[in-house]
């Protein structure tokens, strides 16, 4: 509903909060660049959008509509129709959520319309009532700015999901929990759900910036193509948080067969002593009246010494064999992959011959 | 076997249950729209098609014969013959059902065929009835009507796969049972029977809206583009039920491996426990003739306390370390993902620099 | 070995059994159809194939080697060289395997070796020995035959271990035994052999539907095409497959480690109930002189009435936990992915709008 | 360095071991077919080809360096410069390796380089000293012959993978130990090296066959698309290899937790029988004056027969319980994808439509 | 900060240390060759490029900026910009960590930017400091050189990871530990962080030795050929090394699986022994006054008699059931994969006919 028009005109005045009536000639002057945004858009946005602009009503539907649309850009001839993906900061769900910006891009007008209030518009929107300088490029850069600074927005989010990551891990080995499990889950669910609208977002700016429509400036392109380096590098990002994911997965769940073993060895142990012991005791417990071991003065003090005896073998076997095993301090390796700089020159004063 | 026949002469008439001899004349004049929809197609269909429209042979046996066909298009130069899948209402199976429908489209004429009684044709029937509308704009319109209808029939199947996969992962943390895996499994084939069946209309409604076909004209490929982006967002929407089931399983998985663990931890601290102490009890129950304990006053409730504290004591160790474990609560992390808006903003100040 | 072979002339007379002589002048006539068919393709047959047709030797060495190979199209100028896989019906083995069938294919011959009898064929050629039907429309027809025969009898297969894997997912759930696995590895291998068999067909289809041959016409390119259809359907069916075989392996396991489970879960129950109350009768069995409990008119009944006490109760403990979790009757989801009619319906009128 | 040099003039005498000089001539003349073959290669090597041939330095290290390299092949405009793999079968490791074969191929010389003897150059070297046969149809036919000897010994390696793969199949049903898991990992990475070796080559072999290079005449590529279709098909065997070493690896982890799960449930049974028939002995070991049934005159035979009984019942009901769910033999499914000849028949009758 | 700038005069003169005026002049003549190399670029030093040579903003902010970049290449007509990944040596981590190098590439200069020391950039400093040959024959020559130094460092870290692999494959086998698993997932994510490092260097090598930039000279493109060629070893050996670990992976877990399986057998084997026997001495510890065996001369020894037999029986029954099936010594066998010479000789004749 809420409504930011901005008008720069030919003449590189900067005017503000125009009625539709002015939008509508702003736009059918085709000078000057023309700025609509529309924050959470509803059906009279729509009718507004159709009756000013006369842009496709399934462009229109697509900005209305409150159902998640993939990220696409749709050539109308002399205008394209772009849906782009951003965080979702207002949202206080466990697991990332993307939201949509809907852009009508015109060679002298930028329509914008998202549901939630985003902080790169409104940025943007901070610069140009500064000195309208986002707007004094064309539409093209206005476009870009806005797109960048969604994009760019993301990274804060990875940031966070980077550090929610060493908290597991610092978990997973220290004090595995029930319920790291389920925070591992969620961090893979909000990898994926990143994953599958940045992937797309790639391949619309690959099209927007090898010069495919001609909106785009040539100037721009350059532009774009840098977007186009910061959505690979936050898949990159987010590539690693992946496998981060999965590692912490791999070691909880190794870490919980391991605390199964523990108690395994705990129980076959103390089965190994005990019931060998109580079996011997049970024996001279035993009411035969012919048992001569019975009447021996140091009998009693026989049997006690042996089951001292074995208990302590025993145990000092069992310790020892955990010992060698499990127990044993490794030497820390030192920076594994670190090599020593001789290995290095001498390597290449080998190899580079020109 | 039911035949509905619709007829919209160049004059702008509607008109309903024509005879075959009207048919075919409908059909050979080569003016206005035809639309001819076959339920639940027999043999006797095959040949009315055959006899009438003189359609190929091999495309008429794909509408009769009950097997399962992909989702495709095959250009006849001046029809094209469509099939697509929806989903079958009708079926009573645990797993989710695809249908087919089959299209044959000309400039003049289309004839839709189906196995199963479909709601998206009857709906598309129901307004033509009414005011003839979705066949005044020609037969690439009335296709695109029948499509749409039919793949966003699919949405609400989706939205209901979504509560299953609600309820399972209730389940899955509250209550797991071994008819819990099962559910899990068949909803996984759900998603992939559904998955398998979209990957292949996308990339024929990609077709047909990049103008490959003159038949469907430049007016209407927007049309079919956005029947593309449903396509897009349905296999998304299914992608992101897939991650849901196979977290569902993991975490089904581990909670079965707790359990056990669980078992595991009671029998060995009750072996700990309680083999020594019977041990004990054993020893003082040895009938040798020289154990000067037993005639000690205080001997008898000597033991018991040492049985007594024993017993006290580990159950507290094995409670303590299971607390400091498996026990702690922890501090809910609020919003995990959602970033301070100052740090957006001041990201943004340093990045946008045009 | 055993030969076949018939002529159509070019006045449309059938001939059959020509001697070597004929068959080299039928060849070289370049008028009508002549098919070869030879069975258990051997050295000598090669020869004859070099001799009479000059076929190019490699192609020849492909039909008479033993050796399995890959679905192919070679394109010779004037003939094609095919590969097909078919299944083998003769094989005793309990996993699925395919058989070759080479056919030579020129405008007016067609050369057919395998070295298994095939059903596929022998009906191709009853149906010639007929009435000379599937001959008399050119060779590109022939060939389309006797394709589609060896393709189409792929699918009694493929409904067979549909069957099997039905037979498999009874068994998982209500006998699960060790041999299951094999079972399912089977049939695992089966539908892995048959994908890996089916997915080169596939493009070999492809090319020959697309006109990238000149022998194959125009008209009888959508009938290749056809065939085409019938690969993606079986490639299809087979996929399905190895998701329940997939499935059936994670209940199996799920089954296994369950198994695992109850065992445990009765250790655990016994050995808590039993070992405490056997240290309770330890302790009185001690021959302490002072241990006034002895000497009392209703010990014995006190002790032996806690005993009782302890094991029902304990009993009644695990009954009931396991109950709430495990043992729950669900009340079974009715056709849990049908949606009600109204929202269907509904649901279009709000979006088909033209 | 051990050097083979064939010269094949031009009037098709055979020249064997000719001198330095006689080499440069003969490579000068640009005439006939000079076959150089260099065995272990080295830096002296290098010079030699670099002096005499002017080949670029890049590809002379590719030669010499004892690095393994990927199959390539670089067009140097007047020759070609080929690496391919084939089978160490000199080398003593547990995993296969391969070797490399460095091809120079010009119009009329062929210079290969190798770092261990090789069957395969041995073989064609042996057929030239014969009768100088693969030289005279020129050097794509001597290259072609080299190369495809070379991978047709891949192909008794691949024998002896299957047969280790059996071995193991059997060991893994019949008697599992620790060793078989080492062994099916070891199988698997010889396996994936072969993988990784073969598929580049593939590619190599692609490029050959399909006229890219002007100095494999038309007339050879039919001979270089065979090798093609014996590295697919070699691929293809590999592939199985690795279907049958994955079921082995998850039959071997089945194996392991079937032998837990019965030491679990002999553990569960022997529990759930002695430990309270231990009790009931201990309560009658009690030494309570007031306990009537120790003064019973049958009192002694009721307790051990009630012993007795429980023993024999709950072995029983373990024993049946087992039986049912594990034991029953199952009747052994008889050829089970082998369908009945009528079905075939039928079904081919009723589709094929001419 | 730290500057390095060479410059090679038309004439062939090496001057060294350049002021900035100087720098520009240079720079501006179009002539000779100007390097200058720039060690962990500030902003200063970005100023510093874009007021003398005039680079985009945007290639500037990418070798300013502290965040990673994906390795590309980035065609601004006159010069290009391009990101390549070397080893980070100078790291402390755990985990392999790359570090960039940024080139600009004109046809009369080179300027290299890097946030940390590199070895190869240096190595190539110290080359042209002796006699300038790197910057003799061209700009496309001395940035091959850099890039080649770069990727060339990347295998001795390979080296050191595979002898890290070797360390954890010992380690796994003869001493698994708890920390095992820690270093199996720590080499991964190396693995991995390498791999997708390498993964885009190779697709810019391969785009820049297939002359789709004309400052990359044709004489010079095979040089970054090899390049390309030495990516694809690095791949390869990294994939290789991927497979170890998850091998190694694989083995570790199954030695965790091992060990409780030998804690349970122990486990059931001790109470399968004592069990039944402690309830044997128990019934003769029971107070009924009517027990005649207790009167019997040798009913004692008979006990302890049968209590002995009993524990030898059972263990001898264990100890050989284990010995059958995990104990037996398997004869090593030896050189699986190598074939005897006849079997490929054999094989050769066969198959080799030209």
Not at 6 to 29: C, K, P, Q, W
Not at 121 to 139: C, F, H, T
Not at 199 to 222: D, K, T, Y
Not at 316 to 326: D, P, Q
Request: proline share 4%; hydrophobic share 40%.
């Amino acid at each position: 509903m809420p409504f930011k028009v901005y008008y720069l005109s030919s003449e590189g005045e900067l005017r503000r909060g125009l009625g539709e009536d002015e939008v509508r000639a702003a736009f059918e002057s085709k000078q000057g660049l023309l700025w609509v945004d529309i924050n959470e858009t509803t059906e009279d946005d729509g009718e507004f959008l159709s009756r000013n602009f006369g842009f496709h009503h399934l462009a229109i539907e697509d900005c209305v509509s409150p159902l998640v649309h993939h990220p696409k850009v749709d050539d109308f001839g002399d205008h394209l129709f772009m849906i782009f993906h951003g965080i979702n900061h207002k949202s206080e769900s466990d697991i990332v959520e993307t939201t949509e910006l809907c852009l009508f891009l015109g060679s002298h007008f930028v329509v914008s319309n998202h549901n939630v209030p985003l902080y790169s518009v409104n940025s943007i929107a901070k610069l140009v009532e500064d000195d309208g300088r986002p707007m004094r490029r064309g539409s093209d850069f206005l476009a870009y700015a806005l797109i960048d600074a969604l994009i760019d927005n993301v990274l804060p989010t990875i940031d966070q999901m980077s550090d929610v990551a060493e908290e597991i891990e610092e978990e997973v080995i220290h004090s595995p929990r029930q319920s790291t499990l389920d925070d591992i889950l969620k961090l893979k669910r909000s990898i994926l759900r990143l994953h599958r609208v940045m992937a797309p977002q790639r391949e619309v700016m690959n099209r927007l910036s090898r010069g495919e429509f001609s909106i785009v400036s040539e100037r721009a392109q350059i532009f774009y193509r840098d977007i186009y380096d910061h959505v690979v590098r936050i898949e990159d990002l987010n590539q690693t948080l992946r496998d981060r994911a999965d590692n912490a997965l791999s070691t909880h769940l190794s870490a919980v067969a391991n605390r199964q073993n523990e108690s395994m060895k705990i129980l076959a142990m103390v089965a190994t002593i005990f019931l060998p012991l109580t079996l011997l005791a049970g024996i001279y417990g035993m009411n035969f009246e012919n048992m001569p071991e019975l009447g021996w003065h140091w009998g009693y003090y026989v049997v006690v010494g042996v089951i001292g005896t074995v208990i302590v073998t025993v145990m000092c076997w069992f310790w020892a064999r955990s010992w060698i095993t499990w127990g044993r301090r490794r030497i820390p390796r030192v920076r594994p992959f670190a090599v020593e700089p001789e290995k290095l020159v001498g390597h290449l004063a080998k190899w580079v011959r020109l």
